[in-house]
């Protein structure tokens, strides 16, 4: 079974983030991933993820941020980081409780750190690790083959609230929704997409991206040709078939003889020729017409035929 273009990503922003992680920014990639997708089970605050990988990133930021009280289970198709809340600290927690993690600036000041217990270091998230370690945290995304929808799943209103703000904030206009007791950000728009991945750092992901969705651009004007094609092919027939209809009535009721000579021969080329279009019979004439020409001998056919009681658009 081939890997998902969402589980190709969160590798690929895995492995591009595992160079910028240090103690300085440790604490507040553990505190984002947390407030973002953390929940609490008695005295403890629990992540679950199917991604081991992230999973071996965020142990080595726990350990950077020298926070204890670290465990790790596995399940069936994933596992889960447990942290103890009475060991993680006062400080940690009562900026978890706030939501500072994720409504933070890009920095921080130092009189600012200072009053948060300097859990939010000088060198606070930027926005490349900001969009990453969110999406890693609790994001997801959609095969471009087949719909364009990037969204993230939160487990709490007030975290939504901050997230939305922060999103919004990097010129993002995410719609927002309720779905399985969760609360729903997502972005639809092919375009924003793309910028987040940009933002993100993930171009190797983006090159692809952006290919699948020129061929999705190209599939839609090619259809689009084809239906618009349909459309006239469809339009020709009808016509065509009107004009045979009035042709026959009036060679059944007065005759094609007593038609001047112009749409005599008008009448008969039709009836020799009923799959061609107007301008392609024209140009069938002896001497060639225009299409205009055509069509107006046509025309007149069609209205003898009526003024003989022929009824062109039967019910």
């Known amino acids: ?110 009189s600012e750190a200072k009053a948060r217990g300097n859990i939010l270091p000088g060198a606070a998230l930027s926005r490349k690790h900001f969009l990453l370690h969110s999406f890693l945290a609790c994001g997801s995304i959609a095969d471009p083959n087949l ?24 010129g993002f206009e995410p719609g927002r929704t309720f779905r399985r007791s969760v609360h729903v950000l997502y972005i639809k728009k092919a375009e924003k997409i793309a910028d987040f991945l940009i933002m993100s750092g993930a171009n190797e992901m983006l090159l692809e991206y952006v290919n699948i969705r020129v061929q999705h651009d190209i599939s839609a004007s090619v259809n689009r040709l084809m239906n618009c094609d349909e459309a006239n092919t469809n339009r020709q027939v009808d016509t065509a078939t009107r004009q045979l209809a009035s042709i026959r009535y009036i060679a059944t009721t007065t005759g094609l003889g007593g038609l001047p000579e112009n749409l ?30 055509m069509n107006h001998r046509l025309r007149k056919l069609e209205e003898i035929a009526r003024e003989l009681g022929h009824d062109s658009d039967p019910e």
């Open 147 to 170: 719909q364009f929808s990037l969204e993230w799943q939160l487990p709490r209103e007030r975290e939504t609230i901050l997230f939305n703000n922060r999103l919004r904030s990097f």
């Open 264 to 293: 005599r021969l008008a009448a008969e080329k039709r009836l020799e020729l009923p799959e061609l279009s107007i301008k392609e019979l024209g140009e069938q004439m002896n001497p060639p017409i225009g299409k205009s020409g």
């Open 1 to 110: 079974m081939s890997v998902t273009f969402s589980k190709r990503l969160r590798a690929s922003l895995v492995e591009n983030s595992g160079a910028d992680l240090v103690a300085d920014n440790a604490p507040a990639i553990i505190g984002l991933v947390l407030a973002l997708a953390g929940r609490r089970e008695g005295d403890k605050i629990v992540f679950v993820s199917e991604q081991a990988e992230f999973l071996d990133y965020l142990e080595r930021a726990a350990s950077l941020a020298r926070l204890p009280g670290l465990k790790r289970k596995a399940f069936v198709t994933r596992e889960k980081l447990e942290f103890s809340i009475d060991e993680l600290g006062e400080s940690f927690m009562t900026a978890l409780t706030r939501g500072d993690f994720v409504s933070a600036g890009t920095s921080v000041s130092a």
